[in-house]
């Protein structure tokens, strides 16, 4: 969710977007609930997120879809409105409404000024379309619009932004060994990483997916960073202002694809 991170404080919705990063939903959402009972941040973005990690755990979908129209429908916040109506269109996507979902991929590409987000709805329209290709009639210059920024699509964008499918697409959720890392150790030690995924995240990831591979994984991970970081290449805007960059296990996975 690198888009969410682009406009937030350090504070509860800080708080919780960084919750959000590490795939911790449950007590994102509850962070979000408190923080927006207390009254103690914007509470658009707090409810926006906490609808996002209520989709993540397995919320209904369709107790979820009035929440995010509602936040699109008030235009109050234009980052908030264009990261729902994204999220809006996944949902209305894996709901079968592919041309309510283009309205809604529509809506956060023309909307956001935030780079990674727009690269997100351009290519979830562009899978969309290629899946839905009647879609395309009358609406030529959106076409023209995601051809220009096909070149920068790349594997783990198209892995992102395909079609949901709830049943084999939700992100794995962290083990009791990374959780006590979080807790203990890193509040020690200090946030070192400097690619996104966090190193800890992405042995998460590696782990779900590929078992005991993860080990020699984050190994080879540890020793890129500083090829990585120093190469500045897809830059991360987080909290505070703090660059990161994107270094996705689909990036390093793709060659034990059968």
């Not at 960073?225 to 202002?241: F, L």
């Amino acid at each position: 969710m690198f888009f969410f991170t682009a406009f937030v404080r350090a504070d509860a919705l800080g708080l919780a977007t960084e919750l959000m990063r590490q795939n911790e939903w449950e007590l994102c959402r509850r962070e979000c609930r408190r923080a927006r009972m207390e009254r103690v941040g914007p509470a658009e973005r707090l409810l926006l997120l906490e609808t996002v990690a209520s989709i993540r755990i397995g919320a209904d979908p369709a107790a979820c879809i009035p929440v995010l129209e509602g936040i699109v429908s008030t235009n109050a916040d234009r980052q908030a409105t264009a990261i729902a109506s994204y999220e809006l269109g996944r949902l209305q996507w894996q709901a079968g409404a592919p041309a309510a979902a283009l309205d809604a991929f529509e809506l956060a590409f023309m909307t956001t000024t935030n780079k990674t987000l727009f690269l997100h709805a351009s290519c979830a329209m562009f899978q969309l379309l290629q899946e839905n290709r009647s879609l395309k009639k009358g609406r030529e210059d959106l076409v023209s619009q995601i051809t220009t920024s096909r070149a920068e699509y790349h594997a783990a964008l198209f892995a992102a932004t395909k079609k949901p499918d709830p049943a084999i697409d939700r992100p794995a959720t962290p083990s009791w060994i990374i959780r006590f890392y979080r807790s203990q150790i890193s509040p020690a030690i200090g946030d070192r990483c400097v690619l996104h995924p966090s190193c800890s995240e992405y042995y998460t990831q590696t782990r779900h997916k590929h078992g005991l591979l993860a080990i020699p994984m984050i190994a080879d991970r540890f020793i890129r960073e500083p090829d990585v970081s120093n190469a500045k290449a897809r830059p991360v805007v987080m909290p505070g202002g703090r660059i990161y960059y994107a270094d996705p296990v689909e990036d390093h996975d793709f060659w034990m694809t059968p």
